[in-house]
């Protein structure tokens, strides 16, 4: 019988994590951030450089999160955004959101030359479409209007790729990296500046000010000044209605390995199926990652045909070889597309957060960890207001994509209650899904040792039923993107604890 693999990013083959110890007492701090990735180092590391305490909570390991789980391309070339922001808000804040992530370029260009390990590399962004597209025409022109550092490559297009181009933007002088490396270097130099790490530490919820105390799932407490929420999806998402505020989106890469140089920059097609594509190089060898085929998160269940898929249009496209490495990601859209990044909570000063990065983690990611760093430190920040969570700017797109996005989840809520499931005798080795048992719904994934793994199939973050995830063997929810493994252990949030748990050898 055919074993599918199991995925594993890229990016953490060579994962250099020296552990950092679980929180085993309760501390107090000056400020304290929760979530290990782009945003929450980057915030950690410049409050820690300019003189704050700070201790930084991560629920899993540095790396095991979105950040280790993205194709690692740091650009401003945010699709179609620029058109859309102009149209929405005005050429002003779609001016303020491209400085604002290009400042995180210069910001990473800087500590590369200050001898960061991250494999940066500087690279054209290029975006394209096979066909005519008045979305390409719209953006050119708001590339125009606001400045930006590109324009047509239509003809540049169709000399560097293997098939024809209508149409193609590119702006000049991006970048890509190693993500990992990056979160290892920020995490030794915060602690070498002072700073506290604790691992295996999941926040559960946060207590009102002031000086808020952080509950974590061991029953420890931090207790602090300032807490930042970095977590991606923010686990205390039903104060302030985050829960109502979001899409999630999740989407696939795998890597390739490839005999001849692909293609020099990095590409973003804006037709349907969409394809991301860059190159790596690492240990003589050459790399093609391709990404794709994403979807709403939870909402299926054959993921494996979503990497075979990608895997064909590099073979087919770019003659790579099989896939050496598949992982996927999970992307927080607002309703507006812009980031939520600052105070949390209109009566609660002392709760920041930074979410709600679309696709575009690396660079807003770091733009949202300046920011926070520099609004906890009293330093002026010209673009604190148009990326804060409090706006109260509310736009016809805003309402459609809330009662879009809210009539979808009650959806979602309600199929799950009553879909039909499946026999656990029907279930295969390496197979999971819902089954009913002895009178009751629940999820079982059978492993390749014949031991069937049974877990509760309610989300713990607000009861919806997960569905199985054949590539990533997952439960995932198809209301908020919470993920659990086979065992029920929580993965990603909103939700905070494990689904119940049960192993049985007798089925």
Not at 193 to 210: C, D, F, H, M, N
């Amino acid at each position: 019988m055919h074993r599918y693999p199991f995925t594993n990013s890229l990016w953490r083959q060579h994962d250099r994590t020296k552990p950092y110890e679980q929180l085993k007492q309760s501390v107090s701090t000056e400020i304290a951030v929760i979530g290990a990735g782009i945003a929450g180092l980057v915030c950690a590391f410049e409050l820690q450089r300019r003189g704050k305490q700070v201790v930084l909570l991560e629920a899993l390991e540095i790396g095991h999160g979105t950040t280790g789980h993205t194709t690692a391309k740091c650009s401003v070339q945010h699709g179609t955004i620029y058109s859309h922001l102009i149209r929405t808000f005005g050429e002003e804040v779609a001016k303020l959101y491209y400085t604002f992530n290009q400042e995180s370029l210069t910001y990473l260009q800087d500590q590369h030359d200050a001898g960061f390990d991250m494999d940066f590399e500087i690279k054209d962004s290029y975006l394209y479409s096979t066909q005519k597209s008045t979305e390409l025409e719209d953006e050119l022109d708001a590339y125009r209007r606001i400045g930006v550092d590109g324009g047509d490559a239509t003809t540049e297009l169709n000399t560097l790729l293997p098939f024809p181009v209508k149409q193609g933007l590119v702006i000049r002088n991006q970048a890509q990296f190693h993500p990992v490396n990056y979160l290892h270097e920020l995490a030794d130099r915060f602690v070498q500046s002072g700073g506290v790490i604790y691992e295996q530490t999941r926040a559960l919820e946060i207590s009102k000010g002031p000086r808020p105390i952080i509950t974590t799932s061991t029953g420890r407490r931090v207790q602090a000044n300032q807490v930042v929420v970095a977590s991606h999806y923010p686990f205390n998402d039903l104060k302030g209605l985050y829960v109502s505020k979001f899409t999630v989106e999740r989407s696939y890469i795998v890597a390739c390995e490839m005999e001849e140089a692909p293609p020099e920059g990095m590409f973003l097609s804006v037709d349907e199926p969409s394809r991301s594509f860059r190159d790596y190089h690492e240990d003589g060898k050459t790399y093609l990652l391709v990404g794709g085929e994403g979807h709403l998160s939870g909402q299926v269940t054959d993921t494996r045909s979503r990497y075979d898929v990608l895997e064909a249009f590099a073979q087919q496209t770019f003659h790579a070889s099989r896939a050496s490495f598949r992982w996927s990601s999970q992307d927080l859209i607002t309703l507006d597309r812009l980031p939520y990044v600052g105070q949390m909570f209109q009566r609660e000063p002392d709760i920041w957060v930074a979410t709600g990065f679309l696709k575009w983690g690396m660079t807003n990611g770091i733009a949202a960890g300046r920011l926070l760093a520099d609004l906890l430190t009293g330093t002026e920040n010209r673009y604190a207001r148009f990326i804060s969570p409090l706006r109260s700017a509310v736009k016809p797109h805003d309402v459609r994509s809330f009662v879009k996005t809210n009539v979808d989840t009650v959806t979602q809520f309600v199929k799950g209650k009553t879909e039909e499931t499946g026999t656990v005798d029907a279930l295969q080795l390496d197979e999971g899904g819902l089954v009913q048992l002895e009178g009751k719904k629940v999820g079982v994934y059978r492993d390749l040792e014949n031991q069937c793994h049974i877990v509760s199939p309610t989300c713990t973050h607000l009861g919806c039923t997960v569905k199985w995830n054949n590539a990533e063997r997952t439960w995932d929810c198809p209301c908020h993107g919470s993920r659990f493994d086979s065992l029920g252990n929580v993965l990603e949030g909103p939700a905070t604890k494990p689904l119940s748990y049960e192993a049985r050898d007798d089925l």
